[in-house]
């Protein structure tokens, strides 16, 4: 589904990722775990059009994805969910989910309502606040809200950058079974978390990536087991 | 003439000109909001339109259809403007960009004294008739114009943003310009279309105003910088906050003008000005807008 092939991407004159390559195939969740400033952001945001690579390709199916600028790349199908959520605050739920359909609302207008309908089944505590201020919703129910806004975009890829962050555990849980959901429904997920042990749980497979170089790529459950995994990211430590 | 009817005489002919200043003040916002400029061009767009219509009229055309093809004019040559001028140096500082707008405010000014010269024009008002008398305070035919103008403007201004789903792109992109590029709402489209939007308040407000205030070509320095004290006043970036600031600022001018002195009129605003900044940079009217992270 989404290929990237040797990906480049430099800030400044800063080579933040060197040489990446990853996969997802349709329908799967696959997560990129790493430390802080390991460029798992600037990953997600170069695919989604937001930093221009300096080398290196993005396929979409068989289709080469325009790069840039961003707001291309969402028609090609890919969409990112961005760190901090990003809601617009000041605009109501309602409108805040609209505005994620802003590619296709002129030509696909008939179905945007009922794909609204769709969305607020999906995330129960945004049922009956649509006329509600984005910005008066807690830090929880606005990560529902931009994914639910990134799905407007009937993305073929999600990408989900830090949906955990900042978030009490229990909401953390109630948005990983969220994303279960939406596999189970087809929907194909890319996501970066720093809560490495929640995000390998509910991934189908991991990559995880260490300072702009894949170190380990694998099956989730199976980086979940492996000590030197456990140890970097997962908090166990060796001799205890 | 009593002091009370003294009084509304001041308050009617301060909304006159208010409701022009917030027009003016409408299109700082919304290019500001939008783009992160300060258009300082904003006046000149206000003078373009007044003389393009004396223009218009002069060779015979019909009072609507000057005001159409006016408004029309304005929006291309801003448009061509924001093109050219503004989109071409899009990855300079916010404060870069607001030189080339002083720039381009000092050239349309030149231009425009070539072309319609230094001689003021005037303008017949749309309408004969009048001055009407309201409690012994008197109101010319032109003023209700204006007023009205103004109503109805910031009457669809309002409606657009609140209703309409391009508005709504344009305040997400207001809001949280990177979220907006990321649902695929293009922010140099946007910016074309606040300019442009903004040279058709700026141009309807300069036919309006022309037929009381005579149209020169520098006439749009100081409704610009009037323009600005009041969106500065409304805190610059709330568009309720411009038109309060507007009219707020049209009245204390006109006040100051009568009980003091003309001469101190556009002191008062400055004055204005300055005691905004220095005591509350954000704005009497700036709403701070709740976020929660």
Redesign the interface.
């Known amino acids: 589904m989404l290929k990237v092939v040797q990906l480049d991407t430099y800030h400044g004159r800063i080579r933040v990722l060197k040489n990446i390559s990853l996969h997802v195939e349709k329908g799967e969740i696959v997560t990129i775990v790493g430390a802080n400033g390991a460029g798992k952001s600037t990953l997600l945001g170069t695919i989604?059009g937001?930093y221009k690579p300096k080398s290196g390709r993005i396929f979409l199916g068989t289709k080469q994805t325009s790069c840039l600028?961003?707001?291309?790349v969402?028609?090609d199908g890919i969409?990112?969910v961005?760190e901090?959520r990003?809601?617009?605050?000041?605009?109501s739920v309602l409108?805040n989910l609209?505005?994620?359909a802003?590619?296709r609302?002129y030509t696909d207008k008939k179905t945007i309502e009922g794909d609204i309908e769709k969305i607020l089944a999906l995330f129960p505590p945004l049922a009956g606040r649509e006329k509600q201020?984005a910005?008066?919703?807690?830090?929880g129910e606005?990560q529902m809200l931009a994914i639910g806004?990134g799905l407007m975009?009937n993305p073929k890829v999600l990408l989900l950058d830090e949906p955990s962050l900042?978030l009490a555990p229990l909401v953390v849980k109630e948005i990983f079974e969220i994303l279960l959901s939406l596999r189970k429904q087809g929907t194909t997920i890319l996501m970066v978390e720093q809560n490495a042990k929640a995000a390998l749980k509910v991934a189908d497979r991991a990559y995880i990536l260490e300072r702009g170089v894949i170190s380990h790529a694998g099956m989730a459950r199976e980086l979940l087991q492996d000590s030197r995994v456990q140890s970097a990211y997962l908090g166990a430590r060796l001799h205890a | 003439m009593s002091l009370a009817s003294e009084l509304l005489q001041y308050v009617l002919s301060g909304l006159t000109m208010g409701g022009i200043y917030a027009l003016v003040a409408l299109g700082f916002v919304i290019i500001h909001n939008v783009t992160g400029i300060i258009n300082f061009a904003q006046g000149e767009f206000v003078m373009l339109g007044a003389m393009f219509m004396v223009t218009l009229i002069g060779v015979g055309a019909p009072t609507p259809l000057a005001i159409i093809l006016s408004v029309i004019l304005v929006m291309i040559v801003v448009g061509i403007i924001e093109f050219g001028a503004i989109r071409s140096a899009k990855k300079a500082s916010p404060v870069t960009l607001v030189i080339i707008t002083i720039g381009l405010s000092t050239a349309i000014r030149g231009i425009a004294l070539l072309v319609w010269g230094t001689n003021p024009y005037k303008l017949a008002p749309f309408t004969k008739g009048g001055p009407y008398h309201i409690g012994g305070a008197t109101i010319v035919p032109q003023s209700l114009w204006v007023i009205g103008t103004t109503a109805v403007l910031l009457a669809l201004t309002l409606f657009m943003f609140e209703y309409t789903?391009w508005g709504?792109?344009l305040?997400?992109c207001m809001?949280?310009k990177?979220?907006?590029?990321?649902?695929?709402?293009?922010?140099s489209r946007m910016s074309l279309f606040a300019f442009v939007f903004s040279a058709a308040l700026g141009a309807l407000a300069g036919m309006v105003i022309a037929p009381i205030t005579y149209v020169t070509y520098d006439m749009g320095l100081m409704l610009g910088l009037k323009g600005f004290v009041a969106a500065v006043l409304g805190g610059l970036s709330s568009t309720p906050g411009a038109v309060i600031g507007g009219l707020a600022l049209g009245v204390i001018e006109s006040l100051g003008a009568g009980l003091l002195s003309s001469g101190y009129k556009d002191g008062i605003s400055f004055i204005i000005l300055l005691l905004v900044l220095f005591l509350k940079p954000g704005g009497i009217f700036g709403t701070s807008?709740?976020?929660?992270?």
């Open positions: 989604a937001v600028p961003a707001e291309k969402v028609k969409i990112l961005p901090r990003e809601v617009f605050d000041s605009l409108d609209r505005l994620g802003f590619h609302y201020l910005g008066t919703l807690s830090g606005q806004r975009a900042g | 789903y709504k792109a305040r997400a809001v949280n990177f979220a907006a590029r990321l649902m695929g709402i293009s922010p807008g709740t976020k929660r992270v």
